[in-house]
Nanobody
Framework: QVQLVESGGGLVQAGGSLRLSCAAS????????MGWFRQAPGKEREFVAA????????TYADSVKGRFTISRDNAKNTVYLQMNNLKPEDTAVYYC????????????????WGQGTQVTVSS
């Protein structure tokens, strides 16, 4: 069992930066791939970024590639999402998730989800 708690969201102007954190409970955190997803009002939840259990592999949605960086610290049971050059279209609730099998870009891969943190980017 893994419990996830996101933090670091907020209101930022376009071009600004935010760093999201996702703290996990449970001794098996390091065995899970971790993903970040987001959901804007009226839209489906979409993949943002994912990282392997070791941190050696990462993948990003095309819309955030070059602007966002996912990382993890297994000693701290925490995964991060550094978001730079934010755009109004990045406005959404951001969720972290833990998964073990399947494609990292699919929601169904992930077994555990956090409650989400709001990111609002003003123009």
């Amino acid at each position: 069992q893994v419990q996830l708690v996101e933090s670091g969201g907020g209101l930022v102007q376009a071009g600004g930066s935010l760093r999201l954190s996702c703290a996990a409970s449970g001794r098996t955190f390091s065995s899970y791939a971790m993903g970040w997803f987001r959901q804007a009002p009226g839209k489906e939840r979409e993949f943002v970024a994912a990282i392997s259990w070791s941190g050696g592999g990462t993948t990003y949605a095309d819309s955030v590639k070059g602007r966002f960086t996912i990382s993890r610290d297994n000693a701290k049971n925490t995964v991060y999402l550094q978001m730079n050059n934010l755009k109004p279209e990045d406005t959404a609730v951001y969720y972290c998730a833990a998964g073990s099998k399947g494609s990292w870009r699919l929601l169904t891969t992930y077994d555990y989800w956090g409650q989400g943190t709001q990111v609002t980017v003003s123009s």
